[in-house]
């Protein structure tokens, strides 16, 4: 995918604060610190359009960043970090639901996982939601280099079983190393394919 514009569009935290366009969205989930904002900066070759924090749980809000003037990537606040207050927790589940439950525009959820971590319920409950809610997902393995190779195949094993799915929806991704990336572009436009006519300058 060639990128030609990525910007930064609001923020937002009910229905009637998100961005009022058609555009189709693609939106990031996962635990604290898992990496969502590194993929996306990989993704879209910047550096820093979406903020990254060693400290978990800075993203409170659901981020809107338009890509090419042509489709939107979604930041979902992380989950899962015990020292953010119960009340702040409480509140970020219903933001994510009324988003992911009812945008129209939504056309597939990447969900993050670190590859160094084995999935706990939150992870499984997601992912059991999407396919409620008939929402494609995109599985991603993040922090890969971090592993020797042997260790990821063990661990692209252990989490697949975990998950209760093939190990081959799994990718494996590392910002550092940008190993992943082409593929998970692959998944993303294989999810914007009806309007791929939208889109121009696409190679992977």
Not at 15 to 31: L, N, S, V
Request: hydrophobic share 40%; net charge positive.
């Amino acid at each position: 995918m060639i990128i030609k514009s990525a910007e930064f569009v609001k923020s937002a935290v009910k229905p009637d604060q998100y961005p009022d366009t058609a555009y189709p969205e693609i939106a990031f989930a996962g635990r604290s610190n898992v990496g969502k904002s590194s993929l996306i900066n990989t993704l879209l070759n910047r550096k820093r359009l979406v903020k990254t924090s060693s400290t978990p749980g800075r993203t409170r809000l659901l981020n809107f960043f338009l890509v090419n003037e042509a489709f939107t990537f979604v930041d979902l606040p992380g989950f899962g970090y015990a020292k953010v207050p119960k009340s702040m927790q409480k509140s970020w589940k219903p933001m994510v639901d009324n988003y992911l439950a009812a945008r129209l525009q939504l056309r597939s959820v990447v969900l993050l996982m670190d590859i160094r971590r084995t999935p706990r319920q939150e992870e499984k409950d997601l992912l059991s939601w999407l396919r409620h809610y008939q929402i494609p997902p995109v599985l991603i393995l993040t922090k890969c280099d971090k592993l020797s190779k042997t260790k990821r195949i063990r661990q692209q094993t252990v989490i697949a079983q975990k998950m209760e799915i093939a190990k081959t929806q799994l990718i494996l991704f590392s910002a550092k190393t940008r190993q992943g990336r082409d593929i998970v572009w692959k998944q993303l436009m294989a999810m914007l394919d009806s309007e791929i006519d939208k889109y121009s300058d696409i190679s992977i």
